[in-house]
Every structure is written in structure tokens, then in C-alpha cells.
T-cell receptor
Framework: NAGVTQTPKFRVLKTGQSMTLLCAQDMNHEYMYWYRQDPGMGLRLIHYSVGEGTTAKGEVPDGYNVSRLKKQNFLLGLESAAPSQTSVYFC????????????????FGPGTRLTVL | KNQVEQSPQSLIILEGKNCTLQCNYTVSPFSNLRWYKQDTGRGPVSLTIMTFSENTKSNGRYTATLDADTKQSSLHITASQLSDSASYICVVSPLGGYNKLIFGAGTRLAVHP
């Protein structure tokens, strides 16, 4: 099993350009998440999905859109990139609610380092 | 406001020594607390998960403790190895909030030979 994979690993954009980050998981997990990690801060949730065809906003959703057309894939789109979106983006997946009594851990991908000039 | 604070921000120890990392949180009500290890350039990997009723959880040379009364957790690393060099992240999960995990900023540990 590859677990959670992310493409690309690195990307440099100019302000105003758009791009899509792809996350794929082969663990048949229902829940998928997109986070961003900035220096000196904890990971912050951008968007998440509780199943195929569903998406919801997290803590910092502005400037991003997501889609979950297939259970194994979760796409993060930047409509018009801004320097403030320079960050490392992590995708994660989990089988069920990771904060419930029957909790399950979140599995993270290796990250995408994005620089917006 | 729900917060997770970790200390120290960074730590350098010699190989073979022990160390303890601290996590204080204000999250309430609280479901569980996790410790993750994040190697440079990689995603976080789970080390331990503890519910509010658990006091300690071990994973090899890693031992996490939890005091739900004082809202404090610690991660103790025994007989450190060079491969322990990484960031260690404390994550608290509010009750009923799978989409509201609160991540600490992490402690960056460097183990020197």
C-alpha cells in the first residue's frame, strides 16, 4: 500500500495563477482532509470531506476550493494564487471520525511545498 | 479559545540521553490527545493516542503521559537515537469535533552524536 500520496511535491507559482493539488489514498478511507502548515504555527484545516461527493469548509477555506469526485481522491484548487498561500500543504485521511470514542488516526501524505511569488 | 501550546520550541540533546517534551492545552470538552512525529520534509506520523481516561501510553522508546485535570501532556523519549531528530506535534481533539483537531506548533528535537 502506498498510503496517502500527493502531487506535485514542489511548485512555484506567480501571483494570480491557478493550480490543483492532488491527493490520493489507497486505504479506502471515508474521511479526507487538506491542511496547511506555516512556520511557527500548527497545522490548520482548509477543507475536508466525509465521503465521496461531499466537501466542507475548515478553519481557513478562503481562496481554496476542493472536490471529491472519487472516494480515493481529494483535490485542492487555488483559484488565484496569492503570496499568503505560500505554505506546505498536507493531505490526510482517516477511516472514521478521529475524535470519536472509537477513534482512528489520521494518515498524512508527504506534503506539497508551494511558493507564490 | 481552544489552544495547544508546546514547550520547548526546540531542543538539542546528545545521543543516548533522555528528554521530555511538554504540551499544555485549553481544549474542553476533550476527547483525545495525540502525539505525532514529523521528520523534515515528511508528513506527521502518529506515535500515540490517549483518551481522557488514559494516563500513559507507550510506543517503544516513546512514552506519553496525560493529566486531564491540569490539561497537560508530556512525551518522554528514552535513550535517544539520531533518528529521533524531528518535530514532535501535540494534537488535541475536542469532543465531537473530527474536523476541529487543534495542532500545537511542535517541538523541534535535534539529537547529536
Amino acid at each position: 500500500n502506498a498510503g496517502v500520496t500527493q502531487t506535485p511535491k514542489f511548485r512555484v507559482l506567480k501571483t494570480g495563477q491557478s493550480m490543483t493539488l492532488l491527493c490520493a489514498q489507497d486505504m479506502n478511507h471515508e474521511y479526507m482532509y487538506w491542511y496547511r502548515q506555516d512556520p511557527g504555527m500548527g497545522l490548520r484545516l482548509i477543507h475536508y470531506s466525509v465521503g465521496e461527493g461531499t466537501t466542507a469548509k475548515g478553519e481557513v477555506p478562503d481562496g481554496y476550493n476542493v472536490s471529491r469526485l472519487k472516494k480515493q481522491n481529494f483535490l485542492l484548487g487555488l483559484e488565484s494564487a496569492a503570496p499568503s498561500q505560500t505554505s506546505v500543504y498536507f493531505c490526510a485521511s482517516s477511516q472514521t471520525d478521529p475524535s470519536g470514542e472509537a477513534y482512528n488516526e489520521q494518515f498524512f501524505g508527504p506534503g506539497t511545498r508551494l511558493t507564490v511569488l | 479559545k481552544n489552544q495547544v501550546e508546546q514547550s520547548p520550541q526546540s531542543l538539542i540533546i546528545l545521543e543516548g540521553k533522555n528528554c521530555t517534551l511538554q504540551c499544555n492545552y485549553t481544549v474542553s470538552p476533550f476527547s483525545n490527545l495525540r502525539w505525532y512525529k514529523q521528520d523534515t520534509g515528511r508528513g506527521p506520523v502518529s506515535l500515540t493516542i490517549m483518551t481522557f481516561s488514559e494516563n500513559t501510553k507507550s510506543n517503544g522508546r516513546y512514552t506519553a503521559t496525560l493529566d486531564a485535570d491540569t490539561k497537560q501532556s508530556s512525551l518522554h523519549i528514552t535513550a535517544s537515537q539520531l533518528s529521533d531528530s524531528a518535530s514532535y506535534i501535540c494534537v488535541v481533539s475536542p469532543l465531537g469535533g473530527y474536523n476541529k483537531l487543534i495542532f500545537g506548533a511542535g517541538t523541534r528535537l535535534a539529537v547529536h552524536p
